[in-house]
């Protein structure tokens, strides 16, 4: 990523001014070597914010075009009671017990700047959660929530970060959640899309297009 070749640079220009500022105190050129020992450790600093910010997107994927992300199939154990299995490119796969009538994915997303795009920074996404999804609002209101995480925590989350400081970002042009939901049926495939304007998710067999066909 051309973010991390950026921290990189960074990093030897810091050692560079290091090498200077020693230099400059075995002359006894105070100020200059305050000065050059000042800028290495601003440079030294901002080469570990760039390396951290990269580090942290390699957990987000890359969005150029509609993109397909992931795979789900549904069997029905009892009465609005599921079991899903989801299958994504980038992790192993992964099942869930889900009450409701709906199934529902979020994701996050980062949009950046059109001179971050020049640096190779497109659109980026994060499938984030799993849940159910009751069509009567009482029983969703007091039958028990099936929800799943799809993300691991981290301890720096650019999308966060960009949600409460967003000055410390300028780069960054919206941060938001995408979610998407269609019914639960009992031999049902479906796919997930991300696209520029969100998720969306496609019937992928008989049993999953009557459903969406059918629904109340």
């Known amino acids: 990523m051309i973010l991390t070749l950026i921290a990189i640079i960074f990093l030897l220009?810091?050692?560079?001014?290091?090498?200077?500022?020693?230099?400059?105190?075995?002359?006894?050129?105070?100020?200059?070597?305050?000065?050059?020992?000042?800028?290495?450790?601003?440079?030294?600093?901002l080469s570990l914010v760039l390396l951290l910010i990269a580090s942290n997107l390699y957990n987000y994927q890359?969005?150029?075009?509609e993109q397909h992300i992931a795979d789900v199939y549904i069997k029905n154990n009892a009465a609005q009671q599921y079991q899903i299995t989801l299958k994504t490119p980038q992790q192993e796969t992964r099942q869930?017990?889900?009450?409701?009538?709906?199934?529902?994915?979020?994701?996050?997303?980062?949009?950046w700047h059109p001179y971050a795009n020049l640096l190779g920074l497109d659109m980026q996404y994060q499938l984030e959660r799993i849940?159910?999804?009751?069509?009567?609002?009482?029983?969703?209101?007091?039958?028990?929530?099936?929800?799943?995480?799809?993300?691991?925590?981290?301890?720096?989350?650019?999308?966060?970060l960009a949600r409460h400081y967003p000055e410390w970002l300028p780069f960054v042009d919206a941060v938001y959640g995408s979610a998407a939901y269609v019914p639960?049926?009992?031999?049902?495939?479906?796919q997930v899309f991300a696209t520029q304007s969100g998720?969306?998710?496609?019937?992928?067999?008989?049993?999953?297009?009557?459903?969406?066909?059918?629904?109340?």
Not at 25 to 40: D, K, V
Not at 133 to 147: A, G, H, L, T, Y
Not at 184 to 190: H, R
């Open 13 to 45: 220009a810091s050692f560079l001014l290091l090498v200077m500022t020693i230099r400059c105190c075995r002359r006894a050129q105070w100020f200059r070597g305050t000065f050059n020992g000042s800028l290495a450790l601003s440079t030294a600093l």
């Open 62 to 65: 890359r969005l150029t075009h």
């Open 96 to 111: 869930f017990e889900i009450s409701g009538d709906d199934w529902q994915v979020d994701a996050r997303v980062l949009k």
């Open 131 to 160: 849940s159910g999804r009751f069509i009567d609002i009482n029983q969703e209101k007091s039958k028990p929530r099936s929800v799943y995480a799809l993300s691991a925590d981290h301890r720096i989350d650019i999308w966060q």
């Open 184 to 190: 639960l049926s009992d031999g049902a495939k479906y």
């Open 199 to 216: 998720l969306i998710i496609r019937a992928a067999n008989g049993s999953a297009n009557k459903a969406v066909t059918s629904w109340r």
